[in-house]
């Protein structure tokens, strides 16, 4: 188990994961003025949890085998497409989730519907930039306390 702690690159993204959830239950309560201790284990919302945690991964990466590393190189990209995933096709299903709900609230009469459909699924662009942001600050922050 001491190996596994030692390993900045997985130990790093998932503290950021960890502080970034807490973000969200600190900004929901901020803006609503309720505790939803659910956005803790929640997706979508400000900021990005996925994004944080795939920058915080490439800056490590970054940071402690260089940039012009074959690791570096597989997580930029592997960011891209969780970013991208984020603000694009969950956020997609999102909108239409709310859609079809608000379709089955006005037709519900002949819809046999068990629950909801889950709506805060994706990011907007800002929340996705915010996470990116905090995932890269959260990484040269803690590298230099790893070594």
């Not at 609503?32 to 990005?48: A, D, E, F, T, V």
């Not at 085998?65 to 984020?86: K, N, R």
């Amino acid at each position: 188990m001491g190996n596994l702690l030692d390993n900045l690159w997985l130990c790093i993204p998932l503290i950021t994961w960890f502080v970034v959830q807490c973000l969200k239950v600190l900004f929901e309560l901020l803006r609503y003025k309720k505790l939803n201790i659910k956005r803790m284990w929640g997706s979508g919302g400000m900021p990005s949890s996925h994004s944080a945690l795939v920058c915080s991964l490439s800056a490590s990466i970054g940071l402690t085998e260089g940039i012009d590393s074959p690791a570096f190189a597989i997580s930029v990209a592997l960011a891209a497409i969780v970013m991208y995933d984020a603000a694009g096709v969950r956020r997609a299903a999102g909108k239409q989730a709310r859609i079809l709900n608000q379709i089955i609230e006005s037709e519900g009469k002949n819809i046999n519907v068990q629950e909801k459909l889950i709506e805060l699924l994706g990011h907007t662009p800002i929340e996705v930039y915010v996470g990116a942001l905090i995932g890269i600050a959260m990484a040269f922050a803690l590298v230099p306390l790893w070594k």
